[in-house]
């Protein structure tokens, strides 16, 4: 068996690690020069959104040997929508770094991959399928999935970041509700240290379009943080994503090719979390390589967690202003928290009810 894995990134790296313990060394190939040689940002585990599992980076380092280090723990959830405000407390999950920092999530990785991973090396699915047995396709952009119309493409969105520098708690996240600068989408704020922070609005593309441009959806965002936080952040770094698809996968397995992470559907329609089913993916294929369960039943749970998402979203996106303030009003304190902490699948249950009564 000749393994290529297209991507050094989450589910590329993950794929290969879990190989290797069970003694296939794939062929790793990587566009950039280097894992994560991209823009540097943050990103995060919101845990309730990956149950029934409590604590993804515990569970990677017992179950399957893969170790990560969050760069902080969440343990405050701030909530804002344009008048109101909801603080939630406990343990919540974890941030990360992403791209060229020496920690970020794909470094970590890949240090523990012992395969040589090639550098500089963009593939073709079609060059590939010729040299290898098998190919894993984790280029992280569902494009190629659609190339082979295996990928029905939801919605695509526009992510707008920034470094800024400031006072930040690092156990503190931040998320807007505001129509005004994210349409049907979101503000955030994750800290990457106490001295600095990304700021990010992240909205779906071509859908309610106020008419607003990008800088000016930019600059009603950068004030809003600037009030809110009583302070004149200063940017030291931007980047700016357009046209990000999120979409489902028809068929995770199309003969010897498997799709993983984001070229399958890990981003979650709801709030773009898709770091931890991205993770899961690369280790399922190599499961199912190794004659484990057989990808396509592994990542069911992907799947349907997409789907339950995606009824949720649909339901954010008819709400107003006044209906975004009364959810965040309904979340502060003791209501918010035992959500956001429950061992249950909230997203599941949600849905469910959503479809059941008819709202969805
Ligand atoms: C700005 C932003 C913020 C996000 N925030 C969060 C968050 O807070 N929490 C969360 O859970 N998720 C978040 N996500 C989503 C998350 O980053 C992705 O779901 C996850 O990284 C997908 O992993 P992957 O393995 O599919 O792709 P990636 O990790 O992106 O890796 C893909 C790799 O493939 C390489 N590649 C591409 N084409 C080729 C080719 N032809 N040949 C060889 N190599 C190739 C790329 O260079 C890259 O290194 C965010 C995404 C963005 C863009």
Redesign the pocket.
Known sequence: MKVAI?????????CAIRLEQMGVSPTV????SC?????A??????SVFSRPIRDEIAFLADRYQIYLQPSSNISEFVIRSANEKAVLTGNLGF?NH?GRQEDA??NQLARQVKSKIHFH?????EHLLKEFTHVVV????PS?TAAVHNFRTDFTAT?K?ATVEGEFSRYRVISWLDDRFAPKGYG?L?PFTEKLANI?I?FREGVNDDGLELKEKWALFFDRVCTDLGQDLQVTDQ?E?NG?KVGQCRRARVGNTFF?????D???PL?????????L??IYAAEDLCGGTPYIEATRAIHASYDNSMVIRKLYERLDTGQKDRLVKMLNGKMGEKLLTTRFDVLKIASRLLRWTGIQ
Do not use: H
Not at 121 to 125: I, L, M, N, V
């Open positions: 297209m991507g050094a990134g989450l589910s590329g790296l993950a190939f990587e566009k950039r894992p994560g040689d991209r823009f940002n943050m990103e995060a585990l919101i941030c992403r999530w794909e090396a963009e593939q073709s699915y984790a280029t992280g952009d190629y992510l970041g955030y994750l990010v992240a980047f994503v990000y993983t992470g984001n070229c399958l890990s981003v979650m709030f773009g979390f898709g770091q931890f089913p991205a993770i993916s690369g």
